[in-house]
Structures are given as structure tokens and as C-alpha cells.
């Protein structure tokens, strides 16, 4: 039962997902109000929803790709931390544990921004398509 009720539920958040990055845009770019800016994004979407689904499906594949880019990274910075860090363990474990806290806080500080990066990417990415969307409804 619970899967059938999934499919809907998914379509929602994704209509969701896209109504929220349209209204955003549409509340700081047109400097509208909350409302207006919800209405004016709602039907943009309605108007261009081909559209705005591909732009959608695009920016979850850029998301994904950086994902695995991203995650490619870590594993191939993480591991030798990891084994640097347990080599070090028979050595001392007080510098084992000091090294591998302060080499982890640097992979997560670099994950962060790499992660930062990739969000920037994207939002910079739906801004664009709502400007060429934008511009389509005027004319």
C-alpha cells in the first residue's frame, strides 16, 4: 500500500522542489512579495513545464555529476588519510588520533566548499533558465 502512495508523494516534492527554485527567483529577481512572487512562479511553470522539467532534469544530472565527482574525491583523499592514520597508530596513538582529526577537519572543510561550489553551480544554473523563461513570457 505504502508503494503505491509513493509515486504520488515523489511527483509532489519534485513539483515542490521546482515551484520553490522558480519562486525564489521570481521573489529576488522581479522583486515581488512572497504571494506574488509564488503566483508569478507557478505560472511560469505552468506556461513552460517542458521546459522547466528538462531544466529540472539537467540540474539533477549537474548535481549528480558533481556528486560523484565530489565523492570520487573523498574516497581517493580519504583512503590514504585512513591508512597513513593507522600506520601511525602503531607509531603513537596520541599523533595517530591528532593527525587523523586534523587531516579529517581538512577533508571536511574541502568537501564543504566543493559542496558550496556545486549548490552555486546550480542555483546560478536555475537563475539563468528563469531569466530566458522570463524573458519568453514578455514576449
Known amino acids: 500500500f505504502g508503494i503505491i502512495l509513493l509515486l504520488p508523494m515523489l511527483l509532489g516534492v519534485i513539483y515542490l522542489n521546482i515551484w520553490l527554485a522558480l519562486a525564489i527567483r521570481a521573489i529576488v529577481l522581479e522583486n515581488k512579495g512572497v504571494l506574488d512572487g509564488m ?3 507557478r505560472q511560469i511553470f505552468h506556461t513552460y513545464w517542458q521546459k522547466v522539467v528538462v531544466v529540472w532534469l539537467i540540474a539533477i544530472v549537474i548535481g549528480l555529476v558533481f556528486g560523484l565527482v565530489i565523492g570520487l574525491g573523498a574516497l581517493l583523499t ?3 588519510i585512513i591508512s597513513l592514520t593507522v ?5 603513537g596513538k596520541i599523533v595517530a588520533i591528532v ?6 577537519l581538512a577533508l571536511l572543510a574541502a568537501l564543504l566548499v566543493a559542496a558550496g561550489f556545486t549548490n552555486a553551480f546550480v542555483s546560478t544554473f536555475w537563475t539563468l533558465a528563469w531569466l530566458k ?3 519568453k513570457n514578455v514576449s
Open 99 to 104: 593527525f587523523g582529526v586534523l587531516m579529517g
Open 133 to 135: 523563461l522570463k524573458e
Open 87 to 91: 600506520l601511525m597508530w602503531f607509531v
Open 39 to 41: 503566483a508569478l512562479s
Open 78 to 80: 580519504g583512503l590514504p
